[in-house]
């Protein structure tokens, strides 16, 4: 029996070995099993990195959105109360602009009645004027300047020794803004 345990332990023994040589063998790949693992777990927050990067970003863009509509919003609202009275503006400039031809008809020989009267109405276009300058409404400077599209509207040309060229000679009509914007273009004749 001696040959028996013998062939046992040597059966045993080799399998053992084979065991053991098969465990190596197996050991790398486990090993690079492991790496790719580890890498398929840093893969892992990676991929999770990204969509939460992606979230991040459509979060500062919607909120970019947001601020700028805001911005846009309060910019209209501001407009609306700035320019909300230009209409009205429009149709007091009209009566203003008849008392102003008034005084410019007024008589300097006229009895002392009529110069009283003048007076009142010299009053009554100060308080005017008065109304629209609390109200942002300004005139806009014409007579003397160069000639400006944007704020004069040229419905003749006269030859004028006196001004250069392209320069305002006569005021027609009076033009007006309200805050900044124009709402009347001043009607002028400019030099040729």
């Not at 990676?46 to 863009?61: F, N, S």
């Not at 909300?84 to 203003?96: D, H, R």
């Amino acid at each position: 029996m001696d040959n028996e345990e013998k062939k046992t332990v040597d059966v045993e023994e080799e399998l053992q070995a084979e065991e053991t040589e098969t465990a190596e063998a197996e050991k790398p790949e486990t090993e690079n099993a492991a790496e790719e693992a580890g890498e398929a777990k840093e893969a892992a927050p990676e991929e999770k990195a990204e969509p939460q990067e992606d979230l991040q970003l459509q979060y500062l863009r919607l909120a970019a959105d947001f601020q700028n509509y805001r911005r846009r919003t309060e910019k209209e609202k501001s407009d609306i109360y700035a320019f909300a009275n230009e209409k009205f503006a429009m149709e007091l400039l009209e009566v203003i602009d008849n008392f102003e031809r008034a005084m410019a008809a007024k008589d300097p020989d006229a009895d002392d009645k009529f110069n009283k009267f003048a007076e009142g109405m010299e009053l009554i276009l100060k308080q005017l004027k008065g109304v629209l300058d609390k109200n942002h409404i300004t005139e806009i400077e014409a007579e003397g300047k160069p000639f400006d599209p944007n704020f004069h509207n040229a419905v003749l040309s006269e030859a004028a020794e006196d001004a250069e060229s392209g320069t305002v000679t006569k005021v027609l009509q009076k033009g007006y803004q309200l805050n900044g914007k124009v709402i009347r273009p001043s009607m002028v004749a400019v030099a040729q």
